[in-house]
């Protein structure tokens, strides 16, 4: 099967045994757990760029305050008044009528992120559900530490099921494979970018 490196690269680190933990909570002992991805690919920032450039119609740098709701929604986002209003605050910008492109920039790559971390969740459960039954069971699981060369136990890997499955029905779907992936505590796709440093 040619599956893409990196599914590959973050279905081990779905597993956490890198550092000898055995659960999907586990922290692998790899470089660059814990940093939080940081910035936009060149994609993403001109996909902001274009929803921002759709409202700036008068091509001043600046878009108006009550057209945020609408650049969001260009975006992909649903938010509602009372979030723009704390983004508006984190930015210490609460009370302005317009809106600067940095600004909006820094407002929005937060959504961008979330909304990547869940794409790449979604492919990596794919991957452990070669049987598309929409679930992962304990073979699936049994098959994936196989090919990823973990050496996990049956009583590991049950663990592993039974940690994640929260409605009881012996088997993880999607929103709890989500769930536990995002629990983590730090980006899953941080330990997919080059190793190099970024100083």
């Known amino acids: 099967r040619d599956q893409p490196q990196q599914t590959m690269a973050m279905a ?9 933990g055995s659960r999907f909570g586990a922290k692998g002992g790899r470089g ?23 409202f700036d119609t008068e091509q001043k740098g600046s878009i108006d305050v009550k057209e945020l709701k609408a650049a969001f929604r260009a975006l ?11 983004m508006m605050t984190d930015i210490d910008k609460l009370d302005a009528a317009v809106v600067l492109y940095d600004e909006f920039v820094e407002m929005v790559t937060p959504k961008m992120q979330s909304r990547d971390t869940r794409e790449e969740i979604i492919k990596v459960f794919k991957l452990f559900d ?12 049994q098959r994936v ?5 973990e050496n996990l136990t049956d009583e590991e890997l ?12 012996g088997v993880i779907n999607e929103e709890e494979f989500y769930r536990v992936m995002k629990k983590r505590g730090d980006n899953p796709l941080d330990d997919l970018s080059s190793d190099e440093d970024e100083y």
């Not at 992909?76 to 704390?86: C, D, H, L």
């Open 12 to 20: 081990r680190s779905g597993f956490g045994a890198a550092g000898g």
């Open 32 to 54: 660059r757990a814990g940093q939080k991805k940081v910035g936009l690919s060149e994609e993403e920032m001109e996909e902001v760029k274009e929803a921002f450039q759709l």
């Open 76 to 86: 992909g986002f649903q938010v509602k008044k009372a979030e723009i209003r704390q």
């Open 130 to 141: 070669d049987d598309q039954t929409n679930t992962i069971s304990f073979k699936n699981l």
């Open 145 to 149: 530490a196989r090919e990823l060369g």
């Open 158 to 169: 049950q663990e592993m099921v039974d940690e994640a499955d929260r409605d009881g029905d």
